[in-house]
């Protein structure tokens, strides 16, 4: 799980980097701090003459006895000193950018590798939409947290105890009052965020609310389009948006009526102090350089104040960010079999036994319940049956794509648990009945990653009877193809799902209503293509149109499970 322990591993990686980085922002704050004090000491030493240790400094390296030299060398020595903290800043910055991307690269891996190995029935559960929206706005969140903790957060602790000191030399008990009242202020807020936490938990809710609807409405936008449902699509993203902008609006103003009244708070301090200052110069304590120079380091506290403040929202919004994005890391994970026996290897198909297997996507709903068949090899199966009788179910368990509830699974009298799904994904074929494309080229689409050859492509196109319209297209195989093929019909995404899985030239195929968008003629013209090649090995066809049911040898209709009232 992605938690605040899991950040601090992933930092332990990178030692060396951030420990330069933390001894840069040392400098920077040795450099920084006293700049300020310059110009005051300039007021006292060569303005009004009084006697101090700035002006005997400078004359260490240069004797001068110019007021218009010593500010000259002032102002000179005030840019030098901000370039510095600039250039500095940048090589800190830079280390620390470095680590933040690498972590945020190791967060998106081990969520893709548990996405790789996720049940597809679970998968299925959560969505893309809510997926993508996770591992990019979540991440970001998290990331920018520990960016803050590594980065932002060091550099304004280290000002304030800069600056800290600094005061307490000037005048103790002028910084009293504001090393005193401020850290109270700062806990008085502490206590008032924590009762704001269920606020940003239901803002936090409503965004992955609206990203998930917005991203998955996007993906399906073609289809809203045709079955012209523009209207309701965009009044659910409106309405959802709508909720973004109350949520948001209801913790926003609660959080600046919290962070107004520290504020309030602070420039009361101030006020205080500022009072105090002007009296203890008036009774000689302290002289007009030196209030100066309080002024601008009281003024200068209440940035990295504000900063540290919304670093306690920033840790607030990490943590919700987290747990969104081990609602992806909760996801089941398929079981893993390591291979033990290869039922494929020299065979040229194989036979299929399922043995008392049961299924369910919830304990309510029952898709498969103590199921046998017995598939020989080389025989042709067609599978009918209404809706929700579990066709496409059965399917995605042949393939090891949802985990069975019970029973057993045989390929060539070898069970799935010996064989492993990777083997058995390597040696069966899949037609979907929707297919779904890569926006990219004709080739990629048809390899998926897998190298072929120009020659073995056409061969299976012209089985999947695809060639002629590729051979027309100015730039054949390498034609885009457009958002899941929104270039092709139907018929043409069916077809060239086909191709592609016969490339993979598997043992066992599964056709799910794989021609269903195909007009009479082309299916006629497909499945006599197919004979050749599909002759002996192992056909699963799941189908309504008779003329494919006739291909088959053997016909299994199925028919839902009637739950038993309770």
Same mark, same amino acid.
């Given at each position: *799980?992605?938690?605040?322990?899991?950040?601090?591993?992933?930092?332990?990686?990178?030692?060396?980097?951030?420990?330069?980085?933390?001894?840069?922002?040392?400098?920077?704050?040795?450099?920084?701090?006293?700049?300020?004090?310059?110009?005051?000491?300039?007021?006292?030493?060569?303005?009004?003459?009084?006697?101090?240790?700035?002006?005997?400094?400078?004359?260490?390296?240069?004797?001068?006895?110019?007021?218009?030299?010593?500010?000259?060398?002032?102002?000179?020595?005030?840019?030098?000193?901000?370039?510095?903290?600039?250039?500095?800043?940048?090589?800190?910055?830079?280390?620390?950018?470095?680590?933040?991307?690498?972590?945020?690269?190791?967060?998106?891996?081990?969520?893709?590798?548990?996405?790789?190995?996720?049940? *597809?029935?679970?998968?299925?559960?959560?969505?893309?939409?809510?997926?993508?929206?996770?591992?990019?706005?979540?991440?970001?969140?998290?990331?920018?947290?520990?960016?803050?903790?590594?980065?932002?957060?060091?550099?304004?602790?280290?000002?304030?105890?800069?600056?800290?000191?600094?005061?307490?030399?000037?005048?103790?008990?002028?910084?009293?009052?504001?090393?005193?009242?401020?850290?109270?202020?700062?806990?008085?807020?502490?206590?008032?965020?924590? /009762?704001?936490?269920?606020?940003? /938990?239901?803002?936090?809710?409503?965004?992955?609310?609206?990203?998930?609807?917005?991203?998955?409405?996007? =993906?399906?936008?073609?289809?809203?389009?045709?079955?012209?449902?523009?209207?309701?699509?965009?009044?659910?993203?409106?309405?959802?948006?709508?909720?973004?902008?109350?949520?948001?609006?209801?913790?926003?103003?609660?959080?600046?009526?919290?962070?107004?009244?520290?504020?309030?708070?602070?420039?009361?301090?101030?006020?205080?102090?500022?009072?105090?200052?002007?009296?203890?110069?008036?009774?000689?304590? *302290?002289?007009?350089?030196?209030?100066?120079?309080?002024?601008?380091?009281?003024?200068?506290?209440?940035?990295?104040?504000?900063?540290?403040?919304?670093?306690?929202?920033?840790?607030?919004?990490?943590?919700?960010? *987290?747990?969104?994005?081990?609602?992806?890391?909760?996801?089941?994970?398929?079981?893993?079999?390591?291979?033990?026996?290869?039922?494929?290897?020299?065979?040229?198909?194989?036979?299929?036994?399922?043995?008392?297997?049961?299924?369910?996507?919830?304990?309510?709903?029952?898709?498969?319940?103590?199921?046998?068949?017995?598939? =020989?090899?080389?025989?042709?199966?067609?599978?009918?049956?209404?809706?929700?009788?579990?066709?496409?179910?059965?399917?995605?368990?042949?393939?090891?794509?949802?985990?069975?509830?019970?029973?057993?699974?045989?390929?060539?009298?070898?069970?799935?648990?010996?064989?492993?799904?990777?083997?058995?994904?390597?040696?069966?074929?899949?037609?979907?009945?929707?297919?779904?494309?890569?926006?990219?080229?004709?080739?990629?689409?048809?390899?998926?990653?897998?190298?072929?050859?120009?020659?073995?492509?056409?061969?299976?196109?012209?089985?999947?009877?695809?060639?002629?319209?590729?051979?027309?297209?100015?730039?054949?195989?390498?034609?885009?193809?457009?958002?899941?093929?929104?270039?092709?019909?139907?018929?043409?995404?069916?077809?060239?799902?086909?191709?592609?899985?016969?490339?993979?030239?598997?043992?066992?195929?599964?056709?799910?209503?794989?021609?269903?968008?195909?007009?009479?003629?082309?299916?006629?013209?497909?499945?006599?293509?197919?004979?050749?090649?599909?002759?002996?090995?192992?056909?699963?066809?799941?189908?309504?149109?008779?003329?494919?049911?006739?291909?088959?040898?053997?016909?299994?209709?199925?028919?839902?499970?009637?739950?038993?009232?309770?």
């Amino acid at each position: *799980m992605i938690t605040f322990n899991y950040l601090l591993e992933q930092v332990k990686l990178y030692k060396k980097p951030i420990i330069i980085a933390n001894v840069l922002a040392l400098i920077v704050t040795f450099i920084s701090v006293p700049i300020p004090l310059f110009i005051p000491f300039l007021v006292d030493e060569v303005l009004l003459g009084k006697e101090g240790k700035f002006i005997d400094f400078i004359n260490q390296f240069v004797q001068i006895n110019s007021a218009e030299y010593y500010i000259l060398i002032v102002f000179i020595l005030t840019l030098f000193l901000h370039a510095l903290v600039v250039i500095i800043g940048i090589m800190r910055n830079a280390y620390l950018d470095k680590v933040s991307e690498e972590i945020r690269l190791n967060m998106r891996q081990k969520i893709l590798l548990h996405l790789k190995k996720v049940s *597809m029935s679970e998968y299925d559960m959560l969505g893309s939409g809510s997926i993508s929206s996770k591992m990019g706005t979540d991440i970001r969140v998290v990331i920018d947290f520990l960016s803050s903790s590594m980065g932002t957060i060091v550099i304004q602790l280290l000002k304030l105890f800069g600056m800290s000191a600094v005061l307490l030399y000037l005048n103790w008990k002028l910084a009293l009052v504001i090393l005193i009242i401020n850290p109270i202020v700062v806990k008085m807020f502490v206590k008032v965020f924590k /009762k704001l936490s269920e606020l940003m /938990k239901d803002r936090n809710k409503t965004i992955a609310t609206f990203n998930n609807s917005l991203v998955e409405g996007l =993906e399906l936008f073609n289809q809203i389009r045709v079955q012209n449902r523009e209207n309701h699509f965009f009044d659910k993203i409106n309405h959802d948006a709508t909720e973004v902008r109350d949520k948001t609006y209801e913790y926003e103003v609660k959080w600046f009526k919290s962070l107004g009244v520290a504020r309030l708070w602070m420039v009361y301090s101030n006020t205080l102090f500022q009072m105090l200052a002007v009296y203890f110069v008036y009774i000689g304590e *302290m002289s007009i350089g030196e209030m100066m120079a309080i002024f601008v380091y009281a003024g200068m506290v209440q940035a990295p104040m504000n900063i540290l403040l919304r670093f306690v929202q920033s840790y607030h919004d990490a943590k919700e960010a *987290m747990d969104r994005l081990n609602d992806i890391l909760r996801l089941k994970k398929e079981p893993y079999y390591e291979m033990k026996k290869d039922p494929f290897r020299g065979k040229e198909t194989a036979s299929i036994e399922l043995r008392d297997v049961s299924f369910a996507y919830d304990e309510h709903k029952s898709i498969l319940k103590n199921f046998n068949l017995k598939i =020989e090899a080389g025989e042709k199966v067609a599978i009918t049956g209404e809706t929700g009788s579990g066709k496409s179910t059965l399917a995605n368990i042949l393939m090891g794509l949802y985990p069975v509830t019970k029973g057993k699974i045989f390929y060539n009298g070898v069970e799935v648990k010996e064989v492993g799904f990777e083997k058995i994904r390597e040696n069966i074929g899949f037609v979907l009945q929707s297919p779904l494309m890569f926006n990219d080229t004709l080739r990629y689409n048809l390899s998926i990653g897998n190298e072929y050859s120009d020659e073995e492509m056409y061969e299976a196109l012209k089985v999947a009877q695809l060639y002629e319209f590729v051979q027309e297209l100015p730039k054949k195989l390498d034609t885009i193809i457009g958002k899941n093929g929104t270039k092709l019909s139907g018929g043409q995404k069916q077809r060239l799902s086909i191709a592609r899985v016969l490339l993979d030239r598997p043992k066992v195929i599964i056709f799910d209503e794989s021609t269903s968008s195909l007009d009479n003629d082309t299916e006629t013209k497909l499945l006599d293509a197919l004979d050749d090649y599909i002759k002996n090995k192992t056909v699963i066809t799941i189908a309504h149109r008779q003329t494919t049911i006739d291909k088959s040898e053997n016909v299994l209709r199925l028919y839902p499970i009637k739950e038993e009232k309770r």
